[in-house]
């Protein structure tokens, strides 16, 4: 009888370990949607095939797609701001903006993205790529056009950029990390618009 047992536990593992060991690739990259992880997968589970048992009978494959990689902070871990109501928040039109509002000025509509971004990229570098979006040739050269202090007395510094596709004001504090404020609207930027964003940046603190 414990012979028939061991039999029959072996032929289950053996199957198992076929199961596991031999997904084919196509599979693996249909169920993760992206096919250059489908090689790093099945190194993960070659290298341990004994893993599954401590699985509470979860799919490998749904247990590996759980992990994350990546997360945003949200506005409150660094920023205190209380927008007026002429600042309708919108959810965030890309992966770089933390937080988004839009402004209605008559016929014009503008919007506001929030961004922060680590130092690992020159200022001008990063200026270069809404220098490109406005319609603007490269350049090297970026002057402020003022400075804005807010709350906590930071300092802000405000660039504008006007060119064929878009018009953009950009107010860049330069901490531990950059905190960008950008206007961008496809009309020009005029005086009572501008005021309204210098003075909701006058009225946040970093935290």
Not at 24 to 49: R, Y
Not at 67 to 79: A, R, Y
Not at 139 to 155: E, G, P
Not at 162 to 167: A, E, N, T, V, Y
Request: proline fraction near 5%; charged fraction near 15%.
């Amino acid at each position: 009888m414990k012979k028939f047992i061991y039999i029959s536990y072996l032929s289950v593992a053996c199957f198992l370990s076929f199961f596991f060991l031999n997904e084919p690739v196509s599979h693996l990259a249909l169920v993760g949607n992206d096919p250059l992880q489908s090689p790093k997968f099945a190194s993960v589970v070659s290298s341990n095939a004994s893993w599954w048992q401590k699985n509470d009978g979860a799919l490998p494959v749904k247990k590996h797609l759980k992990v994350t990689v990546s997360h945003h902070e949200k506005l409150s871990d660094f920023l205190e701001l209380s927008p007026s109501s002429e600042w309708q928040p919108v959810p965030a039109a890309n992966g770089v903006a933390i937080a988004s509002y839009r402004l209605n000025s008559g016929k014009n509509n503008y919007q506001l993205a929030i961004i922060r971004m680590k130092k690992g990229m020159p200022l001008s570098a990063i200026m270069n790529i809404w220098q490109q979006k406005a319609g603007l040739p490269a350049t090297d050269n970026f002057k402020a056009v003022r400075t804005i202090k807010s709350q906590n007395n930071q300092l802000f510094d405000l660039y504008q950029l006007s060119g064929s596709k878009q018009s953009i004001a950009l107010a860049v504090h330069a901490g531990e990390k950059y905190t960008f404020f950008r206007l961008s609207g496809t009309e020009q930027i005029d005086e009572p618009v501008l005021t309204k964003f210098t003075d909701l940046i006058a009225s946040s603190s970093i935290i």
